[in-house]
């Protein structure tokens, strides 16, 4: 009886990867990982700061909808009369909301919730679980007033910046933090809100959070992106004259006055 014949024989054998072969794949594809990462990074910190820049819109159109049904006023900054700025919503020795926080509470951001077009989606919570520039504690904390609320957004604290031919600013903020009138921030075709990285030098807040710049939303409803290498917007301490002196460079940032 004739055998079959063992289709193997006269095949070469089976090549396996060696160790050292597989190590060399393996050390390339983490070579192109380590060039790709820094794009994809660049690509979320891109999409990061777009969407922040949509945050910033939304609060210009609900500011200009309750400035409308308000006589043009915009709601009191409590305690901006001794820092210049406010990003306060919600106040817990007043038992009341501030600034932003009035026009979250009435509605215009789309809920009466706490909302989170109010927190920048690249801050980087600082203070662990007291952190309530973060929303997730933020809105824990909304509405009962055992505890004061931030959002990571700046207001302006006064309308009266004045710009005159000679490049003087003028204005003292006498009533900085009382409420003030959208009709005057354009007339003076003031900054509203700014990424609050640009204008403090609190540790926990002052590294820019998209790249070298901050977005800012104007008197106008336009949305820009101010690019400050120089930290030349920063304020320099917590105070009005600061706060002043910082929006002002703000504003010399878009017109180039």
């Not at 700025?85 to 706490?114: C, H, P, R, W």
């Not at 003292?172 to 354009?186: E, F, I, Q, R, S």
């Not at 301490?237 to 600061?242: K, Q, R, T």
Request: proline content about 3%.
């Amino acid at each position: 009886m004739k055998q079959k014949k063992n289709k193997l024989i006269g095949c070469a054998p089976k090549e396996l990867f060696t160790l050292i072969e597989l190590l060399v794949v393996i050390a390339i594809i983490a070579i192109l990982a380590s060039m790709l990462l820094p794009a994809l990074n660049k690509a979320r910190d891109k999409a990061k700061e777009s969407n922040c820049r949509g945050n910033l819109k939304q609060i210009g159109t609900g500011i200009y909808m309750y400035c409308d049904d308000n006589d043009s006023w915009f709601p009191q900054q409590y305690w901006a009369y001794a820092t210049g700025e406010y990003y306060m919503v919600q106040n817990k020795t007043s038992k009341t909301y501030d600034s932003l926080g009035v026009i979250n509470a009435a509605g215009y951001f789309g809920s009466k919730k706490l909302s989170k077009i109010l927190f920048c989606p690249s801050y980087k919570p600082m203070y662990g679980a007291s952190d309530r520039f973060h929303y997730d504690r933020a809105a824990s904390d909304w509405g009962d007033f055992s505890q004061n609320v931030y959002s990571n957004y700046n207001v302006v604290a006064s309308d009266d910046l004045k710009y005159t031919k000679a490049s003087v600013w003028s204005g003292d903020w006498t009533n900085c933090g009382n409420p003030w009138k959208l009709v005057n921030a354009g007339r003076n075709h003031m900054p509203l809100v700014v990424d609050r990285s640009g204008v403090t030098t609190d540790a926990a807040q002052k590294l820019m959070r998209h790249g070298d710049g901050f977005n800012t939303l104007w008197f106008d409803g336009a949305v820009t992106y101010i690019k400050d290498i120089g930290r030349q917007c920063q304020m320099v301490s917590a105070s009005p004259a600061a706060a002043r002196g910082s929006w002002t460079k703000i504003r010399e940032q878009r017109y180039k006055q």
